[in-house]
């Protein structure tokens, strides 16, 4: 019997579009298939916080990358125009909403740098200890929630706990948990109150093992490992080209940190490493912050064991609220707080800039002083916002599943990149 | 080289450029023109090893002539001495751009042509970067009001809206309705 062949079209629709794509291939010179537009953000449980992302992609490689930031601007700047020194440290707080201690700090130290002012030990000693509970607590977050994206979940509520904790010891300390406005120019609200002490020591006696915990969790995990090691690297030229600063930096193998380089508030006086890792993938980010957890702890113990007795604020008559007791009883006193509260700090005229060695980096405030109380030109130099500039050049060539990897591990916070 | 060293060399090779040099609380500033400001500042990265650009500030002194003022911090992490140098520059005059000397400069002028509305020249991408595109005032110049202008919105920020047509759940009104088009619909009882 004659075989009869007969040509039927397949129903399979992938080979009917292979078919399709590889008769196109011949007929034009056109990349065959299209690059897909994808919107990320603004709102997206990865993103921490507003940052959107615009990704072309090629499959589930992505090509291109555009940050595009923004979102949460408030206009911090323009404020700072028209208020205080003093009536600004709030807005200082919700920069990175997650140390607030530190950013107090880290303006409060640029304002009595335009004064000319110093504080005295124990003030000095107590912003080393908010300072390095801030860090704590920003890194505790950023470990978390990087390990959270990746798929381990649990961490994130291990290190949570840790920080309800230090919460608990900034309302102890300061009144509020979260939005602390601790400082001052010139000093600190108040005084480290009884028990303090006592409590921070407990609590470093708890969060060693937790951040121990946290390590043997992560550090030796074969899907935590596959999901950072090799992925978003920033090599040192680009690091420090791009403005990087930080544990970001530290990662890359540059081996700076402001505490040592342009010591501030005493920290010459205490013992401590600066990790630096060599890679500068996700995962020698999230070494660098952990082991700086553990220098935090250490710092932190020092500063228990040295604590200084004296004042905590300037001793400068002209320049801080007089004691209540006296300004409702003295003619003078009642003067003072009349002009300070009014027309704020008399400072100098001129241009000063410092920076403080923030969880997420270098933040530094520029400020332009026409003398009087209020600056003519705040600027606060944010880490996080020259952080997230090298995505564009560092994420093409990821796939779409490394971002939450690349974006945790960067571990920006937006309130601080928009200001 | 400590920065006033710095200051000097600077001074010596750029002579007539540098228009004055303060010190202040221990930092160093150096006004230049805004002619030289990208030589010296290629300068200080060349020379002076300062690998590191901190920030970029753009000030807005209203009323005085001229009237923007462009200031960057450099700082090297070799010799981890800190300079500024400012410079003058006159409403509508464009600024030699230095994204090229340190990459970070791309994002830093992006924002001072965002707020202050300073224009540079050579930038490889001006546009707006905290406000949106299209946004029409420069908020931090001195003449643009605390509490802001009325300005239009956005537009939509992506694609349009889905298409709907012929989808089996999608209900539209007057066509047949989701049950009888699609018999797997479960059915409310």
């Known amino acids: 019997m004659p075989t009869v062949t007969r040509d039927y079209d397949s129903p399979d629709t992938a080979a009917q579009t292979a078919r399709h794509l590889e008769a196109m291939e011949e007929t034009t010179?056109?990349?065959?298939?299209?690059?897909?537009?994808?919107?990320?953000?603004?709102?997206?449980?990865?993103?921490?916080?507003?940052?959107?992302?615009?990704?072309?992609?090629?499959?589930?490689?992505?090509?291109?990358?555009?940050?595009?930031?923004?979102?949460?601007?408030?206009?911090?700047?323009?404020?700072?125009?028209?208020m205080h020194y003093n009536q600004f440290v709030p807005y200082t707080d919700r920069l990175d909403y997650l140390a607030p201690l530190a950013n107090n700090v880290a303006y409060a130290l640029a304002v009595e740098k335009l004064m000319g002012w110093q504080v005295p030990e124990r003030g000095r000693a107590i912003r080393v200890l908010c300072c390095e509970l801030a860090r704590i607590s920003a890194h505790l977050l950023g470990v978390g929630v990087f390990a959270m994206d990746v798929g381990a979940m649990t961490v994130f509520l291990y290190t949570f706990t840790e920080r309800e904790k230090i919460y608990n010891l900034c309302e102890l300390l300061t009144g509020a948990r979260f939005t602390t406005s601790y400082t001052r120019v010139g000093g600190q609200t108040r005084d480290l109150p009884?028990?303090?002490?006592?409590?921070?020591?407990?609590?470093?006696?708890?969060?060693?093992?937790?951040?121990?915990?946290?390590?043997?969790?992560?550090?030796?995990?074969?899907?935590?490992?596959?999901?950072?090691?090799?992925?978003?690297?920033?090599?040192?030229?680009?690091?420090?080209?791009?403005?990087?600063?930080?544990?970001?930096?530290?990662?890359?193998?540059?081996?700076?940190?402001?505490?040592?380089a342009q010591p501030y508030l005493d920290y010459e006086k205490y013992?401590?490493?600066?990790?630096?890792?060599?890679?500068?993938?996700?995962?020698?980010?999230?070494?660098?912050?952990?082991?700086?957890?553990?220098?935090?702890?250490?710092?932190?113990?020092?500063?228990?064991?040295?604590?200084?007795?004296?004042?905590?604020?300037?001793a400068d008559a002209k320049g801080l609220l007089p004691n209540k007791e006296r300004v409702l009883m003295k003619m003078e006193e009642l003067i003072h707080h009349f002009i300070i509260s009014t027309q704020g700090i008399?400072?100098?005229?001129?241009?000063?800039?410092?920076?403080?060695?923030?969880?997420?980096?270098?933040?530094?405030?520029?400020?332009?002083?026409?003398?009087?109380?209020?600056?003519?030109?705040?600027?606060?130099?944010?880490?996080?916002?020259?952080?997230?500039?090298?995505?564009?050049?560092?994420?093409?060539?990821?796939?779409?599943?490394?971002?939450?990897?690349?974006?945790?591990?960067?571990?920006?916070?937006?309130?601080?990149?928009?200001? | 080289m400590n920065?006033?060293?710095?200051?000097?060399?600077?001074?010596?090779?750029?002579?007539e450029a540098v228009l004055s040099t303060v010190e202040f609380r221990g930092e160093h500033t150096l006004?230049?023109?805004?002619?030289?400001?990208?030589?010296?500042?290629?300068?200080?990265?060349?020379?002076?090893?300062?690998?590191?650009?901190?920030?970029?500030?753009?000030?807005?002194?209203?009323?005085?002539?001229?009237?923007?003022?462009?200031?960057?911090?450099?700082t090297g992490y070799s010799h981890h001495q800190h300079l500024r140098i400012k410079a003058q520059i006159p409403d509508g005059e464009e600024v030699p751009t230095v994204s090229d000397v340190w990459p970070t400069a791309n994002w830093h002028e992006r924002e001072a042509y965002d707020m202050m509305g300073i224009l540079f020249a050579g930038h490889p991408d001006l546009r707006r970067i905290l406000?949106?595109?299209?946004?029409?005032?420069?908020?931090?110049?001195?003449?643009?009001?605390?509490?802001?202008?009325?300005?239009?919105?956005?537009?939509?920020?992506?694609?349009g809206i889905a298409p709907m047509a012929d989808g089996p759940f999608v209900t539209s009104a007057g066509a047949v309705d989701t049950v009888t088009r699609e018999p797997r619909a479960k059915r409310v009882e």
Request: with cysteine; aromatic share 8%.
């Open chain 1, 346 to 419: 008399d400072a100098p005229a001129g241009e000063v800039y410092f920076a403080a060695e923030n969880p997420k980096g270098e933040l530094g405030f520029y400020i332009h002083s026409k003398g009087g109380g209020v600056p003519y030109r705040l600027k606060i130099r944010s880490p996080s916002f020259l952080n997230l500039s090298i995505l564009s050049k560092m994420i093409p060539g990821h796939m779409l599943s490394d971002i939450p990897s690349v974006l945790g591990s960067l571990d920006f916070v937006m309130g601080e990149c928009d200001r």
């Open chain 1, 194 to 260: 009884d028990g303090f002490v006592a409590a921070v020591r407990k609590f470093l006696d708890e969060v060693e093992p937790a951040i121990d915990e946290t390590d043997k969790l992560l550090s030796r995990n074969a899907i935590f490992i596959g999901r950072s090691q090799g992925l978003g690297v920033i090599s040192k030229e680009d690091a420090i080209g791009y403005g990087i600063t930080g544990p970001n930096l530290r990662g890359s193998g540059v081996e700076h940190d402001l505490r040592k």
């Open chain 1, 29 to 82: 010179t056109d990349l065959v298939g299209e690059k897909l537009v994808l919107n990320m953000g603004p709102s997206h449980p990865a993103t921490h916080g507003v940052l959107r992302m615009i990704l072309e992609m090629d499959g589930e490689v992505i090509t291109k990358a555009e940050p595009d930031v923004g979102y949460l601007h408030r206009g911090d700047e323009k404020i700072a125009e028209n």
């Open chain 2, 31 to 74: 006004n230049v023109t805004l002619a030289s400001a990208k030589p010296l500042l290629k300068y200080c990265r060349d020379e002076l090893a300062c690998d590191y650009l901190v920030d970029i500030t753009s000030l807005d002194q209203m009323g005085q002539e001229p009237r923007f003022e462009m200031v960057y911090e450099v």
């Open chain 1, 271 to 314: 013992q401590f490493d600066i990790p630096v890792g060599s890679h500068g993938d996700c995962y020698d980010r999230y070494l660098v912050r952990m082991e700086e957890m553990r220098q935090s702890v250490k710092i932190i113990r020092q500063v228990l064991d040295q604590l200084p007795g004296g004042p905590i604020n300037v």
């Open chain 2, 131 to 159: 406000m949106w595109e299209g946004y029409p005032y420069f908020p931090l110049r001195k003449d643009f009001p605390l509490a802001g202008k009325p300005s239009d919105m956005p537009d939509v920020g992506f694609t």
């Open chain 2, 3 to 15: 920065a006033a060293q710095m200051v000097t060399a600077l001074k010596e090779k750029f002579g």
